[in-house]
């Protein structure tokens, strides 16, 4: 059985940084692809950024880009999201989720929350003065 649980999440002032980790658990992890969303109260989830099984590629929504970094460590079955120059509303719930990518390939990039079916708990960030 898949698991993945989220780390990292705390409360940092506009400017600050963050790191969040995914560790992933009961499955081949160089086969999934994995991305990170993200949900504010009253909000729908959103994505924020995913990586490809290979760790080759990724991609950033445009809310983030030149502001997160996603990184993969297939040795310790985790991913990161480093978060940098934080903004209020950056403030959400983030999430982790897999998707098993084998037969697209290692490079393949999903970038719709459809195509992810294995999620973690979540864990907050809070970014406020």
């Known amino acids: 059985q898949l698991q993945l649980v989220e780390s990292g999440g705390d409360l940092v002032q506009p400017g600050g940084s963050l790191r969040l980790s995914c560790l992933v658990s009961g499955f081949t992890f160089d086969r999934v692809a994995i991305g990170w969303f993200r949900q504010a109260p009253g909000k729908e989830r959103e994505g924020v950024s995913y990586?490809?099984?290979?760790?080759?590629?990724?991609y950033y929504e445009d809310s983030v880009k030149g502001r997160f970094t996603i990184s993969r460590d297939n040795a310790k079955n985790t991913v990161y999201l480093q978060m940098n120059s934080l903004k209020p509303e950056d403030t959400a719930v983030y999430y982790c989720?897999?998707?098993?990518?084998?037969?697209?390939?290692?490079?393949?990039?999903?970038?719709?929350?459809?195509?992810?079916?294995?999620w973690g708990q979540g864990t907050q960030v809070t970014v406020s003065s």
């Open positions: 989720a897999s998707d098993d990518t084998y037969l697209s390939g290692r490079w393949y990039v999903p970038i719709s929350r459809w195509e992810y079916d294995n």
């Open positions: 990586i490809s099984s290979s760790g080759e590629n990724q």
